[in-house]
Protein backbone atom coordinates (compact mmCIF):
# COMPACT_ATOMS: atom_id res chain seq x y z
CA UNK A 1 0.00 0.00 0.00
CA UNK A 2 1.62 3.31 -1.02
CA UNK A 3 1.25 5.49 1.72
CA UNK A 4 2.17 9.42 1.44
CA UNK A 5 5.61 10.61 2.10
CA UNK A 6 5.83 13.34 4.59
CA UNK A 7 8.75 15.71 4.71
CA UNK A 8 10.00 14.08 1.68
CA UNK A 9 11.15 11.14 3.19
CA UNK A 10 10.85 7.46 2.01
CA UNK A 11 7.11 6.12 2.72
CA UNK A 12 9.09 4.10 5.96
CA UNK A 13 10.80 6.68 7.38
CA UNK A 14 10.14 5.68 11.01
CA UNK A 15 9.44 1.91 11.40
CA UNK A 16 8.86 0.76 14.99
CA UNK A 17 9.30 -2.83 16.28
CA UNK A 18 7.95 -3.94 19.53
CA UNK A 19 9.71 -6.19 21.39
CA UNK A 20 9.99 -8.43 24.61
CA UNK A 21 13.35 -10.06 25.70
CA UNK A 22 13.34 -13.89 25.85
CA UNK A 23 12.90 -15.65 28.85
CA UNK A 24 14.77 -18.68 28.20
CA UNK A 25 18.18 -18.19 27.16
CA UNK A 26 18.05 -19.78 23.55
CA UNK A 27 19.08 -18.47 19.90
CA UNK A 28 18.11 -19.91 16.64
CA UNK A 29 16.24 -22.38 18.50
CA UNK A 30 20.15 -24.01 20.05
CA UNK A 31 21.10 -23.63 23.59
CA UNK A 32 23.44 -21.02 23.53
CA UNK A 33 27.24 -21.64 25.23
CA UNK A 34 27.51 -20.61 28.64
CA UNK A 35 29.38 -17.39 27.60
CA UNK A 36 26.87 -16.79 24.78
CA UNK A 37 24.40 -17.25 27.49
CA UNK A 38 26.06 -14.49 29.91
CA UNK A 39 26.33 -12.14 27.49
CA UNK A 40 22.43 -12.72 26.48
CA UNK A 41 21.66 -12.20 30.31
CA UNK A 42 23.41 -9.32 30.62
CA UNK A 43 21.88 -7.59 27.37
CA UNK A 44 18.68 -8.47 29.23
CA UNK A 45 19.31 -7.29 32.46
CA UNK A 46 20.32 -3.70 30.90
CA UNK A 47 17.29 -3.54 28.62
CA UNK A 48 15.19 -4.79 31.26
CA UNK A 49 16.06 -2.23 33.52
CA UNK A 50 17.09 1.14 32.24
CA UNK A 51 17.30 3.52 28.84
CA UNK A 52 19.33 6.80 28.90
CA UNK A 53 17.04 9.57 27.44
CA UNK A 54 17.73 12.46 26.06
CA UNK A 55 18.44 14.32 29.50
CA UNK A 56 21.02 11.63 30.21
CA UNK A 57 18.65 10.11 33.50
CA UNK A 58 17.84 6.45 34.19
CA UNK A 59 14.13 5.34 33.52
CA UNK A 60 12.46 2.06 33.94
CA UNK A 61 11.47 0.31 31.11
CA UNK A 62 7.89 -1.38 31.48
CA UNK A 63 7.67 -5.22 30.96
CA UNK A 64 5.02 -4.07 28.03
CA UNK A 65 8.06 -4.71 25.77
CA UNK A 66 9.93 -2.38 23.57
CA UNK A 67 9.19 -0.40 20.51
CA UNK A 68 11.89 0.08 18.16
CA UNK A 69 11.42 2.67 14.79
CA UNK A 70 13.22 5.18 12.53
CA UNK A 71 13.47 8.70 14.12
CA UNK A 72 13.29 11.03 11.13
CA UNK A 73 14.54 14.77 11.57
CA UNK A 74 14.81 16.52 8.26
CA UNK A 75 16.38 14.35 5.46
CA UNK A 76 18.10 11.78 7.84
CA UNK A 77 16.63 8.21 9.74
CA UNK A 78 18.43 6.63 12.58
CA UNK A 79 16.71 2.99 14.54
CA UNK A 80 15.90 4.24 18.08
CA UNK A 81 14.56 2.11 20.62
CA UNK A 82 11.90 3.46 23.19
CA UNK A 83 9.91 2.19 25.98
CA UNK A 84 6.45 1.05 25.61
CA UNK A 85 5.07 3.51 27.67
CA UNK A 86 7.11 6.11 25.46
CA UNK A 87 9.55 8.68 27.26
CA UNK A 88 12.92 6.95 27.59
CA UNK A 89 14.56 6.81 24.09
CA UNK A 90 18.20 5.34 22.40
CA UNK A 91 19.68 5.92 19.69
CA UNK A 92 21.02 2.50 17.83
CA UNK A 93 22.29 3.97 14.48
CA UNK A 94 23.87 6.94 13.16
CA UNK A 95 24.13 6.69 9.46
CA UNK A 96 25.90 8.85 7.24
CA UNK A 97 25.60 10.32 3.81
CA UNK A 98 22.83 10.87 2.36
CA UNK A 99 19.65 8.86 3.30
CA UNK A 100 19.18 7.08 6.65
CA UNK A 101 17.80 3.77 7.93
CA UNK A 102 14.59 2.00 7.92
CA UNK A 103 12.30 -0.82 8.05
CA UNK A 104 13.58 -1.85 11.90
CA UNK A 105 12.10 -5.79 12.47
CA UNK A 106 13.23 -6.92 16.04
CA UNK A 107 15.49 -10.58 15.87
CA UNK A 108 12.47 -13.59 17.73
CA UNK A 109 15.21 -13.83 20.79
CA UNK A 110 15.49 -9.82 20.96
CA UNK A 111 19.52 -9.31 20.69
CA UNK A 112 19.24 -7.39 17.16
CA UNK A 113 17.54 -5.59 15.17
CA UNK A 114 17.60 -6.14 10.88
CA UNK A 115 16.91 -2.33 8.95
CA UNK A 116 17.57 -1.26 5.83
CA UNK A 117 20.52 1.60 4.85
CA UNK A 118 20.58 4.14 2.35
CA UNK A 119 23.69 6.40 2.28
CA UNK A 120 23.83 7.23 -1.28
CA UNK A 121 20.71 9.39 -2.00
CA UNK A 122 18.27 6.69 -1.98
CA UNK A 123 19.78 4.92 -4.79
CA UNK A 124 20.15 1.71 -3.46
CA UNK A 125 19.40 0.13 -0.33
CA UNK A 126 20.70 -3.25 1.69
CA UNK A 127 19.86 -4.99 5.29
CA UNK A 128 22.07 -4.14 8.30
CA UNK A 129 22.16 -6.14 11.55
CA UNK A 130 22.69 -4.16 14.89
CA UNK A 131 23.40 -5.18 18.45
CA UNK A 132 20.94 -3.76 20.33
CA UNK A 133 23.06 -3.46 23.43
CA UNK A 134 26.76 -2.99 22.57
CA UNK A 135 25.38 -0.74 18.94
CA UNK A 136 27.40 -3.18 16.75
CA UNK A 137 26.74 -3.31 12.91
CA UNK A 138 26.75 -6.05 10.39
CA UNK A 139 26.07 -5.60 7.13
CA UNK A 140 23.75 -8.22 5.85
CA UNK A 141 23.11 -7.56 1.82
CA UNK A 142 25.28 -6.14 -0.91
CA UNK A 143 22.70 -5.27 -3.24
CA UNK A 144 22.86 -3.13 -6.63
CA UNK A 145 19.22 -2.00 -6.02
CA UNK A 146 17.32 -2.22 -3.26
CA UNK A 147 16.79 -4.40 -0.17
CA UNK A 148 14.12 -3.70 2.36
CA UNK A 149 11.23 -4.49 4.17
CA UNK A 150 12.84 -7.18 6.36
CA UNK A 151 10.92 -9.75 8.44
CA UNK A 152 12.61 -12.61 10.84
CA UNK A 153 11.61 -16.24 10.71
CA UNK A 154 9.99 -17.05 14.42
CA UNK A 155 12.70 -19.46 14.57
CA UNK A 156 15.24 -16.39 13.97
CA UNK A 157 16.78 -18.44 11.31
CA UNK A 158 15.66 -16.71 7.87
CA UNK A 159 14.82 -13.00 7.12
CA UNK A 160 12.05 -12.18 4.59
CA UNK A 161 12.60 -9.36 2.30
CA UNK A 162 11.70 -7.25 -0.96
CA UNK A 163 14.17 -7.06 -3.16
CA UNK A 164 15.09 -5.13 -6.81
CA UNK A 165 18.24 -5.43 -8.11
CA UNK A 166 18.71 -2.04 -10.07
CA UNK A 167 19.65 -2.93 -14.01
CA UNK A 168 18.74 -6.77 -14.42
CA UNK A 169 17.38 -6.98 -17.38
CA UNK A 170 13.18 -7.20 -17.30
CA UNK A 171 13.82 -6.30 -13.25
CA UNK A 172 11.53 -3.45 -12.55
CA UNK A 173 9.41 -4.77 -9.52
CA UNK A 174 10.64 -6.63 -6.33
CA UNK A 175 10.81 -9.83 -5.75
CA UNK A 176 9.87 -11.80 -2.22
CA UNK A 177 13.69 -13.22 -1.10
CA UNK A 178 15.29 -14.98 2.14
CA UNK A 179 18.34 -14.50 3.50
CA UNK A 180 20.16 -16.39 6.75
CA UNK A 181 21.27 -13.74 9.60
CA UNK A 182 25.12 -14.57 8.39
CA UNK A 183 24.19 -13.37 5.40
CA UNK A 184 24.40 -16.75 3.81
CA UNK A 185 21.67 -18.54 1.32
CA UNK A 186 20.54 -15.64 -0.31
CA UNK A 187 17.52 -16.81 -2.39
CA UNK A 188 13.99 -15.72 -4.34
CA UNK A 189 10.93 -16.96 -2.43
CA UNK A 190 8.87 -16.06 -5.32
CA UNK A 191 9.05 -13.91 -8.84
CA UNK A 192 5.99 -11.70 -8.31
CA UNK A 193 5.51 -9.50 -12.12
CA UNK A 194 4.25 -6.58 -9.87
CA UNK A 195 6.52 -6.24 -7.27
CA UNK A 196 6.47 -6.57 -3.40
CA UNK A 197 6.01 -4.26 -1.13
CA UNK A 198 5.39 -4.88 2.77
CA UNK A 199 6.54 -8.44 4.08
CA UNK A 200 5.17 -10.38 7.04
CA UNK A 201 6.13 -13.78 8.32
CA UNK A 202 3.77 -16.16 10.12
CA UNK A 203 4.04 -16.99 13.18
CA UNK A 204 3.80 -20.29 13.03
CA UNK A 205 6.31 -20.44 10.63
CA UNK A 206 4.23 -21.76 7.84
CA UNK A 207 3.78 -19.09 5.45
CA UNK A 208 5.13 -15.28 4.59
CA UNK A 209 2.36 -12.59 3.43
CA UNK A 210 3.31 -9.76 1.17
CA UNK A 211 1.75 -6.54 -0.71
CA UNK A 212 1.48 -6.57 -4.22
CA UNK A 213 -0.41 -4.17 -6.41
CA UNK A 214 -2.76 -5.66 -8.82
CA UNK A 215 -0.84 -3.98 -11.95
CA UNK A 216 2.26 -2.42 -13.07
CA UNK A 217 0.11 1.05 -13.58
CA UNK A 218 -0.34 3.92 -11.16
CA UNK A 219 -2.13 3.54 -8.16
CA UNK A 220 -3.25 0.05 -8.64
CA UNK A 221 -5.28 -1.60 -6.19
CA UNK A 222 -2.40 -3.77 -3.54
CA UNK A 223 -4.06 -7.23 -2.41
CA UNK A 224 -2.06 -9.24 0.36
CA UNK A 225 -1.03 -12.67 -0.71
CA UNK A 226 0.95 -15.63 1.03
CA UNK A 227 3.08 -18.11 0.33
CA UNK A 228 5.59 -21.00 1.69
CA UNK A 229 8.79 -20.43 2.37
CA UNK A 230 9.59 -22.75 -0.21
CA UNK A 231 7.81 -20.90 -2.83
CA UNK A 232 4.61 -23.21 -3.14
CA UNK A 233 1.21 -22.82 -2.19
CA UNK A 234 0.41 -19.18 -3.43
CA UNK A 235 -2.35 -17.81 -2.37
CA UNK A 236 -4.94 -14.58 -2.05
CA UNK A 237 -5.94 -13.75 1.14
CA UNK A 238 -7.03 -10.02 1.32
CA UNK A 239 -8.34 -7.59 -1.28
CA UNK A 240 -7.62 -3.49 -1.35
CA UNK A 241 -4.66 -4.24 1.57
CA UNK A 242 -1.21 -3.65 2.47
CA UNK A 243 0.98 -3.53 5.38
CA UNK A 244 0.25 -6.84 6.83
CA UNK A 245 1.26 -8.27 10.30
CA UNK A 246 0.10 -10.95 12.02
CA UNK A 247 -0.86 -10.99 15.53
CA UNK A 248 1.46 -13.10 17.75
CA UNK A 249 -1.30 -16.21 18.55
CA UNK A 250 -1.71 -16.24 14.59
CA UNK A 251 -5.32 -15.38 14.93
CA UNK A 252 -5.68 -12.50 13.59
CA UNK A 253 -3.92 -10.09 10.73
CA UNK A 254 -4.30 -6.02 10.82
CA UNK A 255 -3.41 -4.19 7.81
CA UNK A 256 -4.41 -0.81 5.95
CA UNK A 257 -7.10 -0.66 3.14
CA UNK A 258 -7.28 2.96 1.11
CA UNK A 259 -5.87 4.88 -1.19
CA UNK A 260 -3.49 8.26 -0.76
CA UNK A 261 -4.16 10.42 2.66
CA UNK A 262 -7.45 7.68 3.22
CA UNK A 263 -5.34 5.06 4.48
CA UNK A 264 -7.20 3.59 7.66
CA UNK A 265 -6.50 0.27 9.68
CA UNK A 266 -8.64 -3.10 9.57
CA UNK A 267 -7.86 -6.08 11.24
CA UNK A 268 -9.55 -9.82 10.20
CA UNK A 269 -8.91 -13.02 10.70
CA UNK A 270 -6.20 -15.19 10.22
CA UNK A 271 -8.26 -16.31 7.14
CA UNK A 272 -8.85 -12.53 5.90
CA UNK A 273 -12.39 -13.19 6.89
CA UNK A 274 -14.72 -11.11 9.47
CA UNK A 275 -12.84 -7.65 8.48
CA UNK A 276 -13.28 -4.76 10.58
CA UNK A 277 -12.03 -0.94 10.66
CA UNK A 278 -10.56 0.04 13.48
CA UNK A 279 -9.41 3.78 12.44
CA UNK A 280 -11.53 6.53 11.18
CA UNK A 281 -9.52 9.86 10.48
CA UNK A 282 -8.84 12.32 7.41
CA UNK A 283 -5.69 12.01 7.50
CA UNK A 284 -4.02 8.64 7.28
CA UNK A 285 -3.07 6.11 9.70
CA UNK A 286 -0.78 2.40 8.34
CA UNK A 287 1.73 0.57 9.68
CA UNK A 288 -0.44 -1.29 12.04
CA UNK A 289 1.93 -3.49 14.32
CA UNK A 290 0.45 -5.96 17.16
CA UNK A 291 1.40 -6.02 20.69
CA UNK A 292 3.52 -9.12 22.09
CA UNK A 293 0.36 -10.30 23.83
CA UNK A 294 -2.57 -9.25 20.63
CA UNK A 295 -3.89 -6.66 23.06
CA UNK A 296 -2.95 -3.34 21.09
CA UNK A 297 -1.69 -2.63 17.75
CA UNK A 298 1.14 0.45 17.28
CA UNK A 299 0.49 2.36 14.27
CA UNK A 300 1.62 5.64 12.71
CA UNK A 301 -0.67 9.06 11.82
CA UNK A 302 -0.71 12.53 10.88
CA UNK A 303 -3.97 13.30 13.75
CA UNK A 304 -1.75 15.63 15.65
CA UNK A 305 -0.15 17.66 12.97
CA UNK A 306 3.43 15.51 12.26
CA UNK A 307 3.61 11.94 11.68
CA UNK A 308 4.00 10.05 15.27
CA UNK A 309 3.42 6.67 16.84
CA UNK A 310 0.29 5.71 18.53
CA UNK A 311 -1.22 2.63 20.25
CA UNK A 312 -4.43 1.59 20.72
CA UNK A 313 -6.10 -1.47 21.85
CA UNK A 314 -6.89 -4.50 19.45
CA UNK A 315 -10.86 -3.30 19.19
CA UNK A 316 -9.66 0.29 17.73
CA UNK A 317 -10.43 1.65 21.45
CA UNK A 318 -8.30 3.68 23.52
CA UNK A 319 -5.87 4.83 21.61
CA UNK A 320 -2.95 6.66 23.10
CA UNK A 321 -0.11 8.90 21.54
CA UNK A 322 3.94 7.98 22.20
CA UNK A 323 5.75 9.99 20.33
CA UNK A 324 5.77 13.32 20.16
CA UNK A 325 7.82 15.34 16.90
CA UNK A 326 8.34 19.23 16.26
CA UNK A 327 9.13 20.78 12.71
CA UNK A 328 10.81 18.82 10.06
CA UNK A 329 10.73 15.41 12.27
CA UNK A 330 8.38 12.53 12.42
CA UNK A 331 7.54 8.93 13.56
CA UNK A 332 5.47 6.09 11.42
CA UNK A 333 5.73 2.36 9.94
CA UNK A 334 5.59 0.63 13.55
CA UNK A 335 6.28 -3.03 13.70
CA UNK A 336 5.82 -4.48 17.42
CA UNK A 337 7.45 -7.92 17.23
CA UNK A 338 7.46 -10.30 20.03
Known amino acids: MWSPRPLGWPRHGEVPGWSRLPRKERVFGTSLSRGMASRCAAAAAIL ?47 PTGEGGDFDPAWSPDGRLIVFSRSTDGWRTRDLWLVDVVHRGLTRLTRTPGFAEKPAWSPDGRWIAFSRIEVGRPG ?75 WSTDGRRIAFVRGRGLGLEIFAARADGRGARRLT ?59
Not at 226 to 232: E, F, N
Open 48 to 94: ATTFVGASGAGRPVPRAGLLAFVHAQGNRAAIVVESAAGGARRVLTS
Open 171 to 245: CYRPDLYVVRPDGRGLRRVVKVPTGVDDVAWSPDGREIAFETPRSMTDNAPHDVWVVRPDGTHRRWLLANAGQPD
Open 280 to 338: RNAVFDDGPSWSPDGSSIAFSSVRGGMQDVYVMRGDGSGVRRLTRNGASSGSHSPDWRA
